[in-house]
């Protein structure tokens, strides 16, 4: 990682959605996972890689994009929590086969495994907090 890069001040702009935890972490693993995915077989690059670099993400697109509509409504923010946790979870599927067709190892799935699993459980934690109180 290079030396220049550091987390935005406020003052250069840095939005709500960089300072909460669960974005940092599944953008943390999301670049772990899309790094590593970069050397699955050329078969695997627009399959198995492919997708596990796109729910990576959708992790984080979803938590940045529901944040962003929680202004106007925390429904809206609530809707793009669930479909974080969805891509959270798929994630844990597509780990599973990246270990069992040894693209990637025991510990560094196990890592990854429970990175997601602690991202479920604080975008669980997330949404209930964010709920309207009529839902709740």
Known sequence: MSE????????EGAIGFERLEVFKRAYRVSLEVHRASLT??????????????????????????????Q???????GRYLLMALGSAEEMRVWLRYC?????????TWRRWRDEYQEIVKMLHGLRRKSRPKSDI
């Open 4 to 11: 220049d890069r550091r987390e935005p001040r406020a003052s």
């Open 40 to 69: 699955f077989p050329d078969i695997e690059q627009r399959v198995l890689a492919d997708q596990i670099r796109r729910a990576s993400k959708s992790v984080c697109g979803n938590i940045a994009e529901g944040f962003a509509k």
């Open 71 to 77: 202004a106007y409504s925390k429904a809206e923010f």
């Open 99 to 107: 270990l069992d067709l040894d693209y990637v190892d025991e510990p």
